[in-house]
T-cell receptor
Framework: NAGVTQTPKFQVLKTGQSMTLQCAQDMNHNSMYWYRQDPGMGLRLIYYSASEGTTDKGEVPNGYNVSRLNKREFSLRLESAAPSQTSVYFC????????????FGNGTRLTVT | KNQVEQSPQSLIILEGKNCTLQCNYTVSPFSNLRWYKQDTGRGPVSLTIMTFSENTKSNGRYTATLDADTKQSSLHITASQLSDSASYICVVTVSGAGSYQLTFGKGTKLSVIP
């Protein structure tokens, strides 16, 4: 089992460019999440998907869109990247229960110049 | 506002020594408290999850305690190893009205030196 796989690992964008971060899990989890991690701050939720076909905004959704393509895959899109979106992005998945651990990917380090 | 505060921000200890990391929270209504370990350049990995009724939970050399009355938790690492060098993140779950939300602390960066 690979767990949660994110691509790419690194990306540099110019302001205004667009890109999609890919995430896939092989644990048959219903719930998937996108977080960003910035220096000096805790992880912050961007969007989540409680089940296939549903998505909801998290704490910091502005500037992002998501697609739950199927049960395995959950992508995050930046339509017009801004320097404020420079961050490390983590995808995670879990069973539905709120007592289930999150399983994280190893992140995508994004720099917007 | 729901908050999770961790201390210290960073800590350096000698290999083989014990250490304790602290987490205080003001989250309500509380559902559970989690500790994660994050190695540099990697995603966080779950160490423990404790519900309201659990005071102590162990995972190998890691022991987490929870005092729901004072809203404090600690993570004790016994006989530290070089591989324990990482950031340790405290996360509190708030639940209600059929949904739940995780609030992450900023983490404690632990360095274990030979």
């Amino acid at each position: 089992n690979a767990g949660v796989t994110q691509t790419p690992k690194f990306q540099v964008l110019k302001t205004g460019q667009s890109m999609t971060l890919q995430c896939a899990q092989d644990m048959n989890h219903n719930s998937m999440y996108w977080y960003r991690q910035d220096p000096g701050m805790g992880l912050r939720l961007i969007y989540y998907s409680a089940s296939e076909g549903t998505t909801d905004k998290g704490e910091v959704p502005n500037g992002y869109n998501v697609s739950r393509l199927n049960k395995r895959e959950f992508s995050l899109r930046l339509e017009s990247a801004a320097p404020s979106q420079t961050s490390v992005y983590f995808c995670a998945s879990s069973l539905e229960s709120n007592n289930s651990p999150l399983h994280f990917g190893n992140g995508t380090r994004l720099t917007v110049t | 506002k729901n908050q999770v505060e961790q201390s210290p921000q960073s800590l350096i200890i000698l290999e083989g020594k014990n250490c304790t990391l602290q987490c205080n929270y003001t989250v309500s209504p509380f559902s559970n408290l989690r500790w994660y370990k994050q190695d540099t350049g990697r995603g966080p990995v779950s160490l423990t999850i404790m519900t309201f009724s659990e005071n102590t939970k162990s995972n190998g050399r890691y022991t987490a305690t929870l005092d729901a009355d004072t809203k404090q938790s600690s993570l004790h690492i016994t006989a530290s190893q070089l591989s324990d060098s990482a950031s340790y993140i405290c996360v509190v779950t708030v639940s209600g009205a059929g949904s739940y939300q995780l609030t992450f602390g900023k983490g404690t960066k632990l360095s274990v030196i030979p």
